[in-house]
C-alpha cells in the first residue's frame, strides 16, 4: 500500500510550535517520490482573503521530497491547506485529508498564536480516582455517614441506576488515596485526577454545598495538603474538578439566594422571579409570592442550580477576587496543577445568553496569573470543536473523537452498549473505515494543538468500563494500546487496568478491590504497564505527528514520527490477512512479541496476521 503526501501540526512538520502572532512560520509537506506532485502552493486566509505562495523543494531524503513555505501568523488562529498539482491536475491536502474539488475552510490546518497550554501535559498520564469508591484509611471507620447517606461494605454492590444510586456512600477519603500511591507508580502514570471533593450531599459530590473546604468525610483540608504533598514528593501533578455550570441546591450561595429575593446571591442564579406572584395592577401594591420562584438548572434536576456568568459578582466570588475558590486551591499548601472543568459545553449557555468564550477565557486568565502552569481542561460530550482554539480551554474530553469510534470498532456482540453519555441504543459496531473517519472529522476542525493537549479516555466515572464494552482481555489491551499509542493525553480511571466491570457511569463506580488481589485481571494490568511504560520511554508517541499507512475493516497500522525517531503501530481487532507495506525501514519490536520488521526483495514489510493483538515496532 503506497504512502500519500502529507502533513500534520506536529514539530516534524511546524518547527515553530509556539508562532507569536505577526511571526513567519515555516511549514513542511512531505510527498513520497513518485506522487504525482509538480508543484505545491500553500494558499492561507490571512484577515479573511485567500494568498497563494509557492512552495520550494527544501530537501530530498528517505525517499520522500520535503516543500517547504513560509506562513505569516497574522491572526491568532491562522489556517492554511497545501495545493498539490500534477499531471492529472490539482488537488487539496488539508487538516481533513485530500481533495479533489473546493472544500470548506473549517478543515483547514491551524497555526495558534494565544500562550500554549503547559508544557508538562504533553508527557502526562493521567490517573482519574472517584474518591469514595478508592481507598479508605483508617481514619474513616471514625467518621459518622451523613443523613444523606446510605452507609456501604466495601463490597455492597454498585446500584448503577436508581433513587439509591447518588446516596451510596463507601467512605473512600483523601488518606487512603495517599496510601495506595504505590500502586499508581507500579503503573506509571504521573499525574492524578480527583473528582470533585468538596462538601455535597451526594456520593459524586459535583452538587457542592461549599467550595471553601474540603469535605470532612474526605479528611478535610489538612488531607488535601497531605495528598498534594505525597503527590509531589514522586514529581507527579495533581488536578481539581470544579463545576461551574451549577452548584448544588445546599450551597450557601443558593441558600441564601433562595432565602431572600433581595440577597446579592440571588443575581448568581436564574431565577423567575415572576412564578407563582400576582403583579398584576388590580392586586396588592405589596406583591405577594405564594410559590417558591423556579429557577434554572442542570438538565432539569433542581439539585443542581445553574450559575449566571452575566453576573459581575459570580465573576468575582468564583474568579477574579484575590480569595477567589479557583484561585484558592492552586495555592500552597495545597497547590493543585489545575482544573478539570465539569460541564464547560454548558457553562454561560443558556437561551440568549452566551458567556461560554467568555468564561473560559477568564478562567485560563485567572489560572494562568495564579500559577503559570496551571491547566483548564473542559469537560465535553459531543462536538467540542466550537469552544477550542481561541484563548480559553486548553483542551478537552475527547469522547467524541476517540472513547466513541473506539468502543465502536471493538465492541462486542450485537446487543447495544448501554449508556454512552445518553445515547439511546448505544454505540454501533463499525469497522475501521468509519471509525477514521470520526476521529478525522473531530480532528480536522480544531489545531494539533487542541488535539494533542485534549484528553484521551477508555471510559470514565460517566461510562460504561472498557472491560464491559468490548468484552474480554485480548480486546481491552488494542483498546489500552490505542490510548497509549495515539496522540493526546491518555487518561485511566481507576480500576480499569485491573480489568473491572460497568454497565453505566454510576455502575462504574466500583470500589477498587484491594483486598481481593485474586480478583485482579494480572495480564490487563501487566498490558497497561508495559504500554505507559513504552509512551514515556518513545518520545514519537508524546511528541511525534500521526501518520495513517493501512485501514481495512478490522486493522488499523499507523506511524508516530519525530525528529527523534519513528514508531509503527499495528492495531487488529480480529484475525485477518498478512498486510505488505512499501518503503518503511527495518524495525525491532518494541510491543506485542511480533517478529521483527525486514524488507523483503520488493522493500516491503510484512505485519502479522493474528487477531486481535496490539504490535508497536521501533524503525530505523
Known amino acids: 500500500m503506497p504512502l500519500h503526501p502529507h502533513h500534520d501540526g506536529s514539530a516534524t512538520y511546524v518547527p515553530e510550535q509556539e508562532p507569536a502572532l505577526g511571526q513567519r512560520v515555516p511549514v513542511f509537506v512531505r510527498v513520497p517520490a513518485g506522487a504525482d506532485v509538480r508543484t505545491v502552493h500553500v494558499r492561507t486566509t490571512a484577515d479573511g482573503e485567500p494568498r497563494f505562495v509557492e512552495a520550494v523543494v527544501d530537501r530530498?531524503?528517505?525517499?520522500?521530497?520535503?516543500?517547504?513555505?513560509?506562513?505569516?501568523?497574522?491572526?491568532?488562529?491562522?489556517?492554511?491547506?497545501?495545493?498539490?498539482?500534477?499531471?492529472?491536475?490539482?488537488?487539496?491536502?488539508?487538516?481533513?485529508?485530500?481533495?479533489?474539488?473546493?472544500?470548506?475552510?473549517?478543515?483547514?490546518?491551524?497555526?495558534?498564536?494565544?500562550?500554549?497550554?503547559?508544557?508538562?501535559?504533553?508527557?502526562?498520564?493521567?490517573?482519574?480516582?472517584f474518591p469514595d469508591r478508592f481507598a479508605r484509611s483508617a481514619a474513616a471507620a471514625a467518621r459518622p455517614a451523613p443523613d444523606w447517606a446510605i452507609p456501604c461494605d466495601w463490597d455492597t454492590p454498585v446500584i448503577g441506576r436508581g433513587p439509591e444510586t447518588p446516596r451510596q456512600f463507601y467512605g473512600g477519603d483523601l488518606d487512603g488515596i495517599a496510601e495506595r500511591l504505590d500502586h499508581l507508580d507500579r503503573l506509571g502514570v504521573n499525574t492524578v485526577y480527583l473528582t470533585p471533593i468538596f462538601p455535597a450531599r451526594s456520593n459524586h459530590r459535583y452538587d457542592a454545598a461549599s467550595f471553601d473546604t474540603v469535605d470532612p468525610l474526605l479528611g478535610g483540608d489538612a488531607a488535601l495538603a497531605r495528598l498534594a504533598d505525597a503527590v509531589r514528593a514522586r514529581g507527579w501533578r495533581l488536578l481539581g474538578d470544579i463545576t461551574s455550570n451549577h452548584t448544588g441546591d445546599a450551597h450557601e450561595w443558593f441558600t441564601a439566594a433562595r432565602a431572600d429575593p433581595h440577597a446579592p446571591e440571588r443575581g448568581l442564579y436564574y431565577f423567575d422571579e415572576a412564578t407563582g406572584c400576582d403583579n398584576s395592577s388590580s392586586a396588592s401594591l405589596t406583591p405577594h409570592c405564594d410559590l417558591e420562584p423556579s429557577y434554572e438548572s442542570w438538565n432539569?434536576?433542581?439539585?443542581?442550580?445553574?450559575?449566571?456568568?452575566?453576573?459581575?459578582?459570580?465573576?468575582?466570588?468564583?474568579?477574579?477576587a484575590p480569595d477567589s475558590l479557583l484561585r484558592r486551591w492552586l495555592r500552597p499548601p495545597y497547590a493543585l496543577d489545575g482544573w478539570r472543568v465539569d460541564v464547560a459545553n454548558m457553562t454561560g449557555r443558556r437561551g440568549a445568553d452566551a458567556y461560554t468564550h467568555e468564561v473560559a477565557r477568564l478562567l485560563r486568565e485567572v489560572v494562568a496569573d495564579t500559577r503559570a502552569d496551571g491547566l483548564v481542561l473542559a469537560e465535553h460530550g459531543h462536538d467540542h470543536t466550537g469552544d477550542l482554539d481561541r484563548d480559553g480551554w486548553h483542551g478537552t474530553m475527547n469522547y467524541v473523537g476517540f472513547t466513541d469510534p473506539v468502543w465502536s470498532w471493538l465492541r462486542h456482540g450485537d446487543d447495544p452498549v448501554p449508556n454512552f453519555l445518553?445515547?439511546?441504543?448505544?454505540?454501533?459496531?463499525?469497522?475501521?473505515?468509519?471509525?477514521?473517519?470520526?476521529?478525522?472529522?473531530y480532528r480536522s476542525l480544531i489545531s494539533w494543538r487542541s488535539y494533542v493537549h485534549s484528553w484521551q479516555l477508555l471510559g470514565s466515572h460517566d461510562s460504561a468500563r472498557i472491560r464491559t464494552v468490548v468484552g474480554d482481555a485480548a480486546r481491552q489491551e488494542v483498546a489500552a494500546g490505542l490510548l497509549a499509542t495515539m496522540p493526546g493525553t491518555p487518561v485511566i480511571f481507576a480500576g480499569d487496568e485491573l480489568g473491572l466491570t460497568g454497565t453505566n457511569g454510576e455502575g462504574s463506580r466500583t470500589p477498587m478491590p484491594w483486598h481481593r488481589p485474586q480478583s485482579w485481571d494480572a495480564g490487563t494490568f501487566a498490558a497497561y504497564r508495559a504500554l505507559i511504560a513504552l509512551r514515556r520511554t518513545e518520545p514519537a508517541l508524546r511528541h511525534g505527528g500521526l501518520r495513517r499507512v493501512y485501514a481495512d475493516a478490522d486493522t488499523l497500522v499507523f506511524l508516530r514520527e519525530a525528529p527523534t525517531g519513528a514508531v509503527l503501530v499495528l492495531a487488529r481487532r480480529s484475525a485477518g490477512a498478512p498486510v505488505r507495506i512499501a518503503g518503511l525501514p527495518a524495525g525491532e519490536n518494541a510491543y506485542g512479541g511480533a517478529p521483527a520488521l525486514r524488507p523483503d526483495a520488493d522493500g516491503a514489510v510484512v505485519l502479522p496476521a493474528d487477531g486481535p493483538t496490539f504490535q508497536v515496532w521501533r524503525l530505523g
Request: hydrophobic letters at 40%; a positive charge; proline letters at 6%.
Open 60 to 129: 530530498r531524503a528517505g525517499g520522500d521530497v520535503w516543500w517547504r513555505a513560509d506562513v505569516e501568523v497574522r491572526n491568532p488562529v491562522s489556517n492554511y491547506r497545501f495545493m498539490l498539482t500534477g499531471a492529472c491536475g490539482s488537488r487539496w491536502l488539508n487538516a481533513a485529508g485530500q481533495f479533489d474539488h473546493d472544500v470548506p475552510d473549517n478543515g483547514d490546518f491551524k497555526l495558534v498564536s494565544h500562550a500554549p497550554p503547559p508544557a508538562w501535559t504533553r508527557d502526562a498520564v493521567i490517573y482519574q480516582i
Open 300 to 320: 432539569g434536576v433542581r439539585s443542581l442550580p445553574k450559575l449566571n456568568w452575566g453576573s459581575a459578582e459570580l465573576r468575582r466570588r468564583f474568579a477574579t
Open 422 to 441: 445518553g445515547t439511546p441504543g448505544g454505540v454501533r459496531r463499525r469497522d475501521a473505515g468509519a471509525v477514521l473517519a470520526t476521529m478525522d472529522s
